[in-house]
């Protein structure tokens, strides 16, 4: 008898929409006939000046000064590296645990609070992972909209807690694609409420602001860190939760023992040792922000939203939706990646993440050209 693949798989994936990742830079590379090195990558919020020089070096002389590091399974229990991470949040490291990318550490969270049935409150337009990762666990998602400048519809996050029984809220801050950060006072609101809300920080070195020292007297509060952004290490994959006691164990019970990689460790901890570096990194990336945002919104029908983060969404207020596409499209025929929302909302948006002042330059030219403006 033929077997029936589709008869023995999970029949709630089958019918899951794919997540559509971005196109990996060799693969864009080779279709548009350019070298690796000259495409401008402004798409994914990644670091345009990479890892620091000292997480270079510390990568460098790993199998040098330590034979055959590469040939061991990392520390389960990630011990230096949560100490590394306790030192620079101020929270000790029985609250910490790290994870490949705060990316697991979503998912690690969603296995450990969502079965089947269960609801997951999501406030969009924010990070799609949210949505995603929950339809996995067979969780119903329950939209309560931001508002028109972006901000968290508290009521309705108090109405989805009380009248649909949502446990799980994901609320990225500053939030991805707006740039937007979310009040503190707001958290201290929907921390009173029966739920586990996390508040992903991807962006906080760049907003400089942080509910981590909330933790120890919140239990339901998880807070999401990663060194793909400030450390420039997103190729790495590491990122960290911070949460209170009583919560850590369920996610140490289901984490795989190695999931943190030793190279991932080796640079995490290295990033960690040269933060001042990463902070002048950082302010860099915040002045040339100001910069492009300036230059953007003196183009005609372009609304730059304010950004507290390493990116900044665009409106196009003429054009819509069909100019927004159009540039994305043309700028990616010349290698300069954005990214594009094909979302209810988000359609006529552009996200563009802060390059190199030259990677900007070439952005900020391409699309004057576009307008028929002179630079
Ligand atoms: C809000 C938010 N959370 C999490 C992530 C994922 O980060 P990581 O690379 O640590 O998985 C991103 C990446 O873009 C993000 O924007």
Redo the contacts with the bound molecule.
């Keep these: 008898m033929p077997i029936q693949i589709s008869q023995l798989l999970r029949r709630d994936i089958a019918a899951l929409e794919p997540y559509t990742p971005i196109v990996p830079l060799e693969v864009l590379a080779e279709r548009l006939h350019m070298p690796v090195e000259q495409i401008i990558k402004l798409d994914?919020?990644e670091n345009p000046y990479g890892p620091s020089p000292r997480t270079l070096a510390a990568l460098a002389a790993v199998e040098r000064d330590t034979p055959h590091r590469y040939a061991i399974y990392p520390d389960p229990d990630q011990t230096r590296l949560r100490a590394a991470i306790s030192r620079y949040i101020g929270q000790p490291p029985e609250r910490v645990i790290c994870?490949?990318?705060?990316?697991?550490?979503?998912d690690l969270l969603m296995r450990a609070v969502l079965t089947p049935g269960d609801v997951l409150a999501d406030c969009p337009p924010?990070?799609g992972?949210y949505s995603f990762d929950a339809a996995l666990y067979g969780a119903q998602v329950r939209a309560v909209p931001r508002d028109a400048s972006f901000a968290v519809d508290l009521e309705g996050v108090a109405d989805a807690v009380v009248h649909d029984g949502a446990k799980l809220l994901?609320l990225?801050s500053p939030?991805?694609?707006t740039g937007t950060p979310l009040p503190r006072v707001a958290v201290e609101r929907l921390l009173e409420l029966p739920l586990v809300l996390a508040v992903?920080e991807?962006?906080a070195e760049f907003s400089g602001t942080s509910v981590v020292d909330m933790v120890g007297a919140h239990p339901n509060l998880v807070v999401?860190?990663?060194?793909?952004?400030w450390a420039g290490l997103?190729g790495l994959?590491?990122?960290y939760a911070v949460m209170h006691e009583e919560m850590i164990g369920y996610l140490w019970k289901i984490k795989q023992p190695y999931n943190v990689n030793v190279a991932a460790e080796v640079a995490a901890i290295a990033s960690l040792e040269d933060v001042d570096e990463r902070m002048a990194t950082v302010a860099r990336i915040v002045a040339e922000r100001e910069r492009l945002s300036a230059a953007l919104t003196a183009l005609p029908g372009v609304h730059v939203y304010p950004s507290a983060t390493n990116f900044l969404l665009c409106r196009m207020t003429g054009g819509g939706t069909a100019r927004a596409r159009a540039i994305r499209d043309r700028l990616a025929q010349r290698g300069i990646l954005i990214r594009y929302f094909n979302r209810p909302g988000l359609d006529d948006c552009i996200r563009i993440s802060v390059g190199r002042p030259e990677q900007n330059d070439v952005l900020l030219a391409a699309l004057r050209e576009f307008e028929g403006m002179a630079g």
Aim: proline content about 3%.
């Design positions: 994914a919020n994870g490949a990318g705060s990316d697991e550490l979503i924010t990070f992972m994901f990225a939030n991805n694609p992903d991807a962006y999401l860190r990663t060194f793909s952004k997103a994959r590491v990122g």
